[in-house]
């Protein structure tokens, strides 16, 4: 039986059970050809209201559960998503525009964030602590109680179920507020895992909406924690609204990540690293390579091989045809990349590859002869466009790697891993690779940026999902009560 039947999700939204949202329903269309796909409904305040009255009555019970009862949800959880993964893995590319090894990729992810989350709850969750006087004294974590999640567009099933599995798994309830444009594969299947689970109702609420939606999430006195993944201009919103309110919120943000290629290194891998870092899902990835240093030496020789590479790409409808690049999510998104893209070449930079599209579509794009002044670097393109500039020597790369109000994700590509290394001490960054381009992600490594790109708070491994969705409290026991002079 389909896990996502539109005839039971049709103009709904999850919330103890399937109920109707207030807000309306919004057309799911398919990005590639614009066709509609099903229809959604539009969650607000007093959506977001409901649910978090819900969600808290229910997440008392939830963290007095067992711990194998909980840890059990979860593997269930992974297991559906790997029974699942063809359907869902369908929706993520035809509601995104993802190719399907992305789309495999994503819900490979989604069992994975699972089976991790799965072990949280046996973690030790506190430590015994020195005290001056005759007791017990304890640090122990607790849930926070409700976890409100927003989450993006371009990797909507990843980046969504990263904070909802292990805010689960911790003994939290969770409101979910996906993006409209991708609410079925980011949104909607997740309540249905967790419903085939047996999480028990009221736990997961999944509420698609706008801005308004997202003010009412956070604004929300129950919702004691807010995880967030999206643009830096939208993060500093939230980040501004939930200290106004006194509540946490983990900023997962934007990036513009430098990939450095060093004379030493093998220029054929590292074209292929920088294709791959550029313009995979279209570029529209956080960790996206937005920035190709490249020693002066070997420069014009990576630009010309680069631009080989990207002409060559097929770009197309994932859905129906084998292709290396899909649409991109909308006009206004495709209407931004191409405006930085002319921009760029007005200010002086040569167009080696692409800078043309058809519809969505959008050619992968190499610019070269670019100034750290040039639009498409100095600024996150969230598109396929990789801008080169050259270097002259370790110092000049570092300065120009650092000189950005990013600090998501870096690569170093060189023969010599110790000379990368101690490069990469220089340049602030969250994540480095070396030897890899700058797009990486794993359930079991914390995730986060710097700057710009985010609080420096992490996602994934025990520790840093541990600090996200829980509260320390200091506990103390004696046998008797203490004598005070008054």
């Known amino acids: 039986m389909p896990l996502l039947d539109t005839d039971t999700w049709h103009g709904r939204i999850y919330s103890d059970g399937?109920?109707?949202?207030?807000?309306?329903?919004?057309?799911?269309?398919?990005?590639?050809?614009?066709?509609?796909?099903?229809?959604?409904?539009?969650?607000?305040?007093?959506?977001?209201?409901?649910?978090?009255?819900?969600?808290?009555?229910?997440?008392?019970?939830?963290?007095?559960?067992?711990?194998?009862?909980?840890?059990?949800?979860?593997?269930?959880?992974?297991?559906?998503?790997?029974?699942?993964?063809?359907?869902v893995g369908d929706w993520v590319v035809r509601e995104s525009g993802s190719i399907p090894p992305k789309g495999g990729l994503e819900t490979g992810t989604a069992a994975q964030e699972c089976y991790e989350a799965a072990t949280l709850p046996s973690q030790s969750l506190g430590e015994i602590i020195p005290s001056a006087q005759p007791r017990l004294s304890l640090a122990r974590r607790l849930p926070v109680g409700v976890v409100g999640v927003i989450s993006p567009f371009n990797a909507p099933l990843i980046l969504a179920i990263r904070s909802v599995a292990p805010a689960l798994a911790l003994g939290n309830a969770v409101v979910l507020k996906p993006d409209l444009r991708t609410a079925v594969c980011g949104g909607l299947s997740i309540a249905r895992v967790f419903e085939e689970a047996g999480l028990p109702e009221g736990l997961l609420h999944v509420l698609p909406g706008g801005i308004s939606t997202g003010e009412a999430l956070v604004a929300d006195p129950r919702v004691r924690v807010i995880s967030f993944t999206g643009s830096s201009a939208a993060g500093r919103k939230v980040g501004e609204a939930a200290a106004r309110h006194l509540k946490r919120a983990h900023l997962e943000l934007g990036g513009n990540s430098a990939l450095v290629v060093l004379d030493d290194a093998d220029l054929d891998l590292a074209v292929s690293a920088g294709a791959w870092g550029s313009f995979l899902h279209q570029g529209q990835i956080c960790m996206t390579t937005g920035r190709h240093l490249v020693h002066e030496s070997v420069a014009e020789r990576y630009v010309t091989e680069l631009a080989a590479r990207a002409d060559h790409l097929p770009v197309g409808d994932p859905a129906k045809e084998q292709v290396a690049l899909g649409p991109i999510i909308d006009e206004a998104q495709r209407d931004k990349i191409h405006s930085l893209v002319t921009s760029s070449v007005d200010a002086g930079a040569r167009l080696a590859a692409g800078g043309t599209y058809d519809g969505l579509f959008y050619r992968p794009t190499v610019l070269a002869d670019v100034t750290p002044a040039t639009p498409a670097y100095a600024q996150e393109v969230f598109g396929p466009v990789a801008p080169v500039l050259s270097f002259s020597d370790l110092d000049e790369a570092a300065a120009l790697a650092g000189a950005s109000e990013y600090g998501l994700s870096l690569g170093i590509l060189s023969?010599?891993?110790?000379?990368?290394?101690?490069?990469?001490?220089?340049?602030?960054?969250?994540?480095?690779?070396?030897?890899?381009?700058?797009?990486?992600?794993?359930?079991?490594?914390?995730?986060?940026?710097?700057?710009?790109?985010?609080?420096?708070?992490?996602?994934?491994?025990?520790?840093?999902?541990?600090?996200?969705?829980?509260?320390?409290?200091?506990?103390?026991?004696?046998?008797?009560?203490?004598?005070?002079?008054?």
């Open 18 to 87: 399937w109920v109707r949202a207030s807000g309306g329903t919004a057309t799911v269309r398919a990005p590639a050809t614009g066709e509609e796909i099903g229809q959604i409904g539009v969650a607000d305040a007093d959506d977001v209201a409901r649910a978090s009255i819900r969600a808290a009555a229910a997440q008392r019970a939830w963290a007095a559960t067992s711990y194998t009862e909980r840890a059990a949800v979860l593997r269930r959880a992974g297991a559906l998503w790997e029974q699942h993964a063809a359907e």
């Open 415 to 486: 023969r010599d891993v110790m000379k990368a290394m101690a490069l990469a001490e220089r340049i602030p960054s969250g994540i480095v690779h070396i030897n890899d381009q700058t797009v990486s992600d794993e359930a079991v490594a914390p995730f986060g940026g710097v700057g710009a790109s985010g609080t420096g708070s992490r996602f994934g491994g025990a520790a840093a999902n541990i600090e996200a969705f829980t509260e320390t409290q200091w506990l103390t026991m004696q046998g008797d009560i203490t004598r005070y002079p008054f």
